[in-house]
């Protein structure tokens, strides 16, 4: 009896990622150990399938390209696929978890963002980093941002010891 493929579980890493496929039963039929640039080309070779992931922040671009060959993707925070490992953790047993965890009616998912969402997130660490890093902080900081010619020790919009009154 030939079991199909139906979910699949993917163990994101740097270069080399490891993918374990459930049946509608949950068991494994397949294992796959594939470098990077591989891993499009296999889940476009592989029937509609569920893919579960570790939420992570490559793991929203991952969720972009297999949505569009077809298959539905779900991501799940790490800390809920922990309980489903079994024994000793290593990434081939991380990827049977991520797939015995998808499957699961309980469990929480991470909504996967939009493509302009990790854009605008990017410019808001931008912008936080740029408002903190003002003139009245330390003396490198003062010296640093402020114009040629300007003294760092200017009041910068505190009220100065002198008062100004009209004569």
């Given amino acids: 009896m030939q079991s199909e493929l139906?979910?699949?579980?993917?163990?994101?890493?740097?270069?080399?990622?490891?993918l374990v496929?459930?049946?509608?039963?949950?068991?494994?039929?397949l294992r796959k150990r594939l470098a990077r640039g591989e891993v499009l080309s296999l889940m476009a070779q592989l029937p509609r399938v569920l893919v579960g992931m570790e939420a992570c922040g490559g793991a929203h671009d991952w969720a972009w390209h297999l949505r569009e060959q077809g298959h539905e993707v779900k991501?799940?925070?790490?800390?809920?696929?922990?309980?489903?490992?079994?024994?000793?953790?290593?990434?081939?047993?991380?990827?049977?978890?991520?797939?015995?965890?998808?499957?699961?009616?309980?469990?929480r998912f991470?909504?996967?963002k939009n493509v302009?969402?990790?854009?605008?997130?990017a410019l808001h660490r931008v912008r936080a980093r740029l408002s903190s890093t003002t003139c009245v902080g330390s003396w490198p900081s003062m010296v640093s941002c402020c114009p040629p010619g300007s003294t760092p020790f200017a009041t910068h919009g505190r009220r100065s010891s002198k008062r100004n009154t009209p004569s």
């Fill in 6 to 18: 139906s979910v699949v579980g993917i163990d994101l890493a740097k270069s080399i990622f490891h």
């Fill in 21 to 29: 496929g459930t049946d509608e039963r949950g068991t494994i039929i």
């Fill in 75 to 107: 991501l799940m925070a790490p800390q809920y696929v922990k309980p489903y490992v079994q024994t000793n953790t290593n990434d081939l047993r991380d990827a049977a978890a991520i797939a015995e965890a998808v499957t699961r009616p309980s469990m």
């Fill in 110 to 112: 991470v909504p996967i």
């Fill in 116 to 121: 302009a969402q990790p854009d605008l997130q």
